[in-house]
């Protein structure tokens, strides 16, 4: 059984940083693709950003691209979200995900195992 805890979300001024982090339990970490994905109020769940198994693929949607930064930690079973110059349209929930498809996928429907999530709120 895998089971993910996300941290770090807060209250933050537009232009602001905030770094999210989810543990993960279980075995096989590093056989793991990893996403992030947020919901906001009234808005579909969305891709933000992917990393593979050894942590050197990564893949972000264009609306984070140059912003954000996905990493992972495979001796702590943690990946991370750097979230740089936060606008308030990344006001969401955010999770993550493990997916064991191989690279960066950004279907929602891949991901097997999901967090609870953690609320980022960006003020303007």
């Known amino acids: 059984q895998v089971q993910l805890v996300e941290s770090g979300g807060d209250l933050v001024q537009a232009g602001g940083s905030l770094s999210l982090s989810c543990a993960v339990s279980?075995?096989?970490?590093?056989?793991?693709?990893m996403g992030w994905f947020r919901q906001a109020p009234g808005k579909e769940r969305e891709f933000v950003a992917a990393i593979g198994w050894g942590g050197q693929t990564t893949s972000y949607s264009d609306s984070v691209k140059g912003r954000f930064t996905c990493s992972r930690d495979n001796a702590k079973n943690t990946v991370y979200l750097q979230m740089n110059s936060l606008k308030p349209e990344d006001t969401a929930a955010y999770y993550c995900?493990?997916?064991?498809?191989?690279?960066?996928?950004?279907?929602?429907?891949?991901?097997?195992?999901w967090g609870q999530g953690t609320q980022v709120t960006v003020s303007s």
């Open positions: 279980g075995r096989d970490f590093n056989t793991y693709s």
């Open positions: 995900a493990a997916s064991k498809w191989y690279g960066t996928p950004s279907r929602d429907n891949l991901y097997a195992y």
